[in-house]
């Protein structure tokens, strides 16, 4: 099972403040060193506690470009790209500049948003935004086979669009979505999926995988057809008993066949990237 974390790029994720460029190029370097395999950006335009006031979070493709020329094994992408933010050809296009400039490590995560705030602060439409992404999906998705687009939608419209270099390979697209009609998106177009948030293996996991199982089998496909991640949060994640906590969200996971789970640790430190390293050591030991 591969596992991932979640970077720092908030206000809240700081040490009393926003992290700097440095801290979070250090902490990606440190989860690539202690074994980590992929690390990932939250996409928003503020902080998005929905109870809280608004807080500053630096902005994601510019980070992921940023790591990904500065970092050589770890797998990058977003957890997840808020298609309403940019037109959807160009987050094809910025797909395939982004897995270049990493040598193949990119993973596009794409999600339809759901942070009113932000939304209203810099004018993005908050009406029908599922529909809105299943257009931009069905562009981004050609566009990266390599097709030449045309499409004339009610929210989105290309004309003989394509990208221009093509992508090298299969850039992989992952959706994250819980509710029935994106997890039938997910089922017909994704490679990968992501649900969260968790903090043990419990009914609402294995419900909702057997909910994509079935959306899966509806689209003709099943789980050996699309990898399945898990967004889970570590607290205390510095303490030594939460690599005890990660073995045992491993091992649980692992036995529902989900193939990698994404640790958001509470705080998000290189100390904490440690104990997950350690917790990840734990299930072979204890055999």
């Not at 009609?181 to 043990?200: I, S």
Request: glycine content about 8%; overall charge negative.
């Amino acid at each position: 099972m591969r596992i991932g974390t979640i970077l720092p790029t908030a206000e809240s994720d700081g040490p009393g403040r926003i992290p700097t460029w440095a801290e979070i190029l250090d902490f990606t370097r440190h989860a690539e060193a202690v074994g980590i395999d992929s690390a990932w950006a939250a996409d928003h335009l503020y902080g998005n506690e929905p109870s809280k006031p608004a807080e500053g979070i630096h902005e994601a493709w510019a980070l992921m470009c940023g790591l990904a020329a500065a970092t050589g094994r770890i797998r990058l992408g977003h957890l997840v790209n808020c298609v309403s933010f940019r037109s959807p050809g160009l987050l094809a296009k910025m797909a395939v500049t982004a897995d270049e400039i990493s040598g193949g490590r990119f993973t596009l995560g794409l999600g339809a948003g759901w942070h009113d705030p932000e939304y209203k602060a810099f004018g993005y439409p908050i009406d029908h935004r599922v529909s809105r992404f299943e257009e931009a999906l069905e562009i981004i998705v050609r566009l990266l086979r390599s097709e030449t687009v045309t499409f004339d939608g009610r929210y989105h419209s290309v004309s003989e669009a394509q990208l221009l270099p093509a992508p090298d390979r299969k850039i992989p697209l992952l959706i994250a979505g819980n509710k029935p009609r994106m997890v039938e998106l997910t089922a017909r177009h994704a490679d990968a999926w992501n649900t969260a948030w968790f903090r043990k293996v419990d009914e609402r996991l294995r419900t909702r995988l057997d909910n994509m199982d079935a959306a899966l089998r509806a689209a003709g496909r099943d789980r050996s057809q699309m990898e399945v991640t898990v967004g889970v949060v570590v607290e205390d994640a510095e303490e030594p008993a939460a690599a005890n906590r990660v073995a045992d969200l491993i091992r649980g996971t692992r036995e529902l066949g989900v193939d990698e789970l994404i640790v958001l640790p509470l705080p998000i430190t290189k100390r904490a990237l440690e104990r997950i390293a350690e917790g990840r050591a734990r299930p072979a030991s204890a055999r």
